[in-house]
Antibody, heavy 123, light 107 residues
Framework: QVQLVQSGAEVKKPGASVRVSCKAS????????LHWVRQAPGQGLEWMGM????????NYAQKFQGRVTMTRDTSTSTVYMELNSLKSEDTAVYYC????????????????WGQGTLVTVSS | DIQMTQSPSSLSASVGDRVTITCRAS??????LNWYQQKPGKAPNLLVS???SLQRGVPSRFSGSGSGTDFTLTISSLQPEDFAAYFC?????????FGGGTKLEIK
């Protein structure tokens, strides 16, 4: 079955960087876009960006431009999200999610999600 | 960016009640609207895609409707397992955006 398994919780100091991984299994890795969405404690969902694993094309939310990098390793079917210059406001659960395929020429919905990775930024 | 306004932000209801959650887009998004349910400590789970397509395995008491800028998620008869948070999300254009969420609580 399709699974997205994320790396474990992280505690970082302000100004540091964090890298979260998302390992995909149960499907052809290159065939689906993967997205990153975060959720601050008790808050809503915020889209950070996406990566096309077939050609490494990325699309980042303006808010995170210059601070986020999404990459992939096809040999392990893993995508990575690195966020730099961490602030306390970056404390959140970070999710990867697979975009399903659909017709219409626009983006589609999220099917499987990873289990989430809690990143805590604290001095 | 397309803003998604979801209401109400919280809702108290009883088992068996019919509830409706609304989501309004700041511009027309055709039917590129999806609904997710999220339980505490868990990732969101897709309920409805493309405004009205119920996902496989989702109970038929859930339904979605709407097009353009105004959308609704209806639960026809609340069950105990439905008490959770619900989010709408537009997939019309990036940046993808979510509504602020509706927390459905037991009265």
């Amino acid at each position: 079955q399709v699974q997205l398994v994320q790396s474990g919780a992280e505690v970082k100091k302000p100004g540091a960087s964090v890298r979260v991984s998302c390992k995909a299994s149960g499907y052809t890795f290159a065939n689906y876009y993967l997205h990153w969405v975060r959720q601050a404690p008790g808050q809503g969902l915020e889209w950070m960006g996406m990566i096309d694993p077939s050609d490494v094309t990325t699309n980042y939310a303006q808010k995170f431009q210059g601070r986020v990098t999404m990459t992939r390793d096809t040999s392990t079917s893993t995508v990575y999200m690195e966020l730099n210059s961490l602030k306390s406001e970056d404390t959140a659960v970070y999710y990867c999610a697979r975009e399903e395929t659909c017709s219409g020429g626009r983006r589609c919905w999220f099917g499987p999600w990873g289990q989430g990775t809690l990143v805590t930024v604290s001095s | 960016d397309i803003q998604m306004t979801q209401s109400p932000s919280s809702l108290s209801a009883s088992v068996g009640d019919r509830v409706t959650i609304t989501c309004r887009a700041s511009q027309s998004i055709s039917n590129y609207l999806n609904w997710y349910q999220q339980k505490p400590g868990k990732a969101p789970n897709l309920l409805v895609s493309a405004a009205s397509s119920l996902q496989r395995g989702v109970p038929s008491r859930f339904s979605g409707s709407g097009s353009g800028t105004d959308f609704t998620l209806t639960i026809s008869s609340l069950q105990p397992e439905d008490f959770a948070a619900y989010f709408c999300q537009q997939s019309y254009s990036t940046p993808l955006t979510f509504g602020g969420g509706t927390k459905l609580e037991i009265k």
